[in-house]
């Protein structure tokens, strides 16, 4: 069973920076594909952006695009998104999950995924 911890979530301002990680224990981190997601009340979770066991691959979201990195250390058995020029619109509970098929995270979901973290809110004021 792998477990998922998101931390690094807060207030920023609009314009500023965040960096989100994702801590992973119970598996093998490297065989696993990782992805970050988004929800905010009443709306679907949304797909952020995903991120392959070798880290040669990414995965964006159109609204984040050139905005956001993903990236992971698997010596540490985390995952990163580096978020930059933040908006207001990209206030939202974010949530880290892993699944064993990339394929799954390269069509960009908004579920389905194997295993799903608590989530890490980030609040981005105008």
């Known amino acids: 069973q792998v477990q998922l911890v998101e931390s690094g979530g807060g207030l920023m301002q609009a314009g500023g920076s965040l960096r989100l990680s994702c801590a992973a224990s119970?598996?093998?981190?490297?065989?696993?594909?990782m992805a970050w997601f988004r929800q905010t009340p009443g709306k679907e979770r949304e797909f952020v952006a995903g991120?392959?066991?070798?880290?040669?691959?990414?995965y964006y979201a159109d609204s984040v695009q050139g905005r956001f990195t993903i990236s992971r250390d698997n010596a540490k058995n985390t995952m990163y998104l580096q978020m930059n020029r933040l908006k207001p619109e990209d206030s939202a509970v974010y949530y880290c999950?892993?699944?064993?098929?990339?394929?799954?995270?390269?069509?960009?979901?908004?579920?389905?995924?194997?295993?799903w973290g608590k989530g890490t809110p980030v609040t981005v004021s105008s």
């Open positions: 999950a892993a699944d064993r098929n990339l394929g799954t995270v390269a069509r960009k979901p908004s579920s389905g995924m194997d295993y």
């Open positions: 991120i392959s066991g070798s880290g040669g691959r990414a």
């Open positions: 119970g598996g093998t981190f490297s065989v696993f594909a």
